[in-house]
């Protein structure tokens, strides 16, 4: 198979992609509703009123959120590196980039370093769209590969 995106969910790689793109299309969306509720959860540490449960709350969400972008990652790796190179990088990349923004979540925290917020929540941003995009490309590579 060719590099190009264009060859993901050739007839080489589709029925692969139809089997486990489903599995990873929930994945996917798991990371999106996780990725949301510690955004919610952010909002409320955020606000001038008490924050320590919702502090902690979005922390153990960013732990969930580190857990299904691995699990999603290593996924793709397994079963969609010959279908679906794509969403294979994409995956990795959204797991190394949760990892970073949990990583600086925790210097703000452990070390008062608000500092690092102009870093920390245009990331959020960030891997919250690279999961979008990871759901949107699945889904078109499925309908590409008929299924």
Request: glycine residues 10%.
């Amino acid at each position: 198979m060719s590099d190009n995106a264009g060859a993901e969910g050739s007839s080489h790689g589709g029925g692969a992609l139809a089997r486990t793109g489903p599995v990873f299309a929930a994945l996917t969306g798991l990371t999106s509703l996780a990725i949301l509720l510690e955004a919610v959860f952010a909002g409320e540490v955020i606000a001038p009123a008490s924050s320590n449960g919702w502090l902690s709350a979005h922390n153990v969400t960013a732990d969930v959120v580190i857990a299904l972008t691995v699990i999603t990652a290593v996924y793709a790796a397994v079963c969609l590196r010959d279908s679906a190179r794509l969403l294979v990088i994409g995956s990795v990349v959204l797991a190394v980039l949760v990892i970073v923004q949990t990583a600086i979540g925790h210097a703000i925290t452990n070390n008062n370093d608000n500092g690092l917020l102009v870093i920390h929540v245009p990331l959020a941003l960030l891997v919250f769209g690279l999961t979008i995009w990871l759901s949107v490309k699945a889904r078109s590579l499925r309908k590409a590969a008929g299924s």
